[in-house]
């Protein structure tokens, strides 16, 4: 009989030491956070999606050397570029990042001599599709 109420006891007591953990964190603020409606702060050493930069007057800053394209391990960027006959510069035609191949390394950053490639803080990247992971020219340059 003895060892039997020993049984219940410890079994109460265990019930306590559980309740107890539950209770110390029942009254602590959540850390969850409802994503779509709250985000996160981002830290600014953040890798997200690549932006390609422009001076002040809007003119971007890339001149197309496709150093970025050689440096990159997966092969996930491209450009076609050409040489502009009113200047005699080079111009890229159009910049393609695949964000679905990319690894977010930053050598692309890193090797740009012009430092026209910045990492923002951008992270919602979502689609359905395979494609809708491809973006270009038209998304990527900031002005």
């Known amino acids: 009989m003895n060892a039997y109420i020993l049984k219940i006891l410890r079994g109460f007591w265990s019930l306590l030491v559980g309740m107890k953990v539950t209770l110390k964190y029942f009254f602590k603020k959540p850390v969850t956070v409802q994503y779509p409606y709250e985000k996160r702060e981002i830290a600014p ?3 997200g999606i690549l932006n390609q930069l ?6 971007e800053l ?9 440096i990159c391990p997966v092969q996930c960027i491209s450009m076609e570029v050409y040489k502009d006959p009113a200047d ?11 964000f679905g191949r990319c690894m977010f390394c930053g050598l692309c950053v890193e ?5 026209c490639l910045v990492h923002t803080t951008d992270y919602v990247l979502v689609s359905y599709e395979r494609a809708g ?9 900031k002005r």
Do not use: E, H
């Not at 890339?62 to 050689?70: E, K, S, V």
């Not at 005699?88 to 695949?98: G, L």
């Open 133 to 141: 992971m491809v973006l270009g020219k038209d998304k990527l340059v």
């Open 88 to 98: 005699n510069k080079r111009k890229t035609s159009s910049y393609i990042v695949d």
């Open 45 to 47: 050493v953040w890798r």
């Open 62 to 70: 890339c001149d197309g050397c496709q150093i970025c394209g050689r």
């Open 111 to 115: 090797a740009c001599p012009k430092k």
């Open 54 to 59: 422009c001076d002040a007057k809007g003119v």
